[in-house]
């Protein structure tokens, strides 16, 4: 079952003296969040009056939040946003919906469970843990087909994976 409300990022630190906060993007690219109008914190709804783009990070004024006092509150929180207030591309998905996913090899054996994703500057990597742990690049290569409504990942795997 998909969770209606995925993991944003975190408030890092505040920015000016207007109430704006710094948000660490906890996705592919900041930019991808800018178009969201309502973030979730603590499970209550905050309207986004500005969000920019800033040295990968998110500059967020949310309603409500007009100094940096009232900023300064919002520091570390997990800021959450819901699935249906966005549009992904075809053959797009979340790493929520594929966590926990089985992973098998091209004969149908079973490797394990995704555990999880390490999003690093190359590719993102795949950790599974089954009888033993593999770290496999999450490239076409490796990562044969993907099939996030059945929670299924069917992989190619290398000596030495």
């Not at 986004?48 to 939040?65: D, I, P, Q, R």
């Not at 053959?91 to 555990?115: R, Y």
Request: aromatic content about 8%; hydrophobic content about 45%; charged content about 25%.
């Amino acid at each position: 079952m998909q969770e209606q409300y995925l993991e944003a990022g975190k408030i890092i630190n505040t920015f000016g003296v207007r109430g704006e906060v710094k948000l660490e993007p906890w996705c592919d690219d900041a930019a991808f969040l800018k178009k969201i109008g309502t973030l979730y914190i603590d499970g209550q709804p905050r309207r986004v009056l500005s969000a920019k783009v800033h040295k990968g990070m998110l500059l967020l004024l949310f309603e409500g939040v007009e100094d940096v006092n009232a900023a300064m509150l919002l520091k570390n929180k997990v800021v959450y946003f819901d699935r249906n207030d966005v549009r992904l591309p075809k053959g797009k998905f979340f790493f929520a919906d594929i966590l926990g996913a089985e992973v098998i090899d091209e004969t149908g054996a079973s490797v394990g469970k995704l555990t999880e994703v390490l999003t690093l500057p190359a590719q993102n990597i795949y950790i599974v843990q089954g009888e033993q742990e593999h770290s496999i690049p999450a490239v076409p290569e490796f990562i044969l087909e993907t099939d996030v409504a059945n929670r299924r990942i069917r992989v190619h795997l290398i000596e030495g994976m």
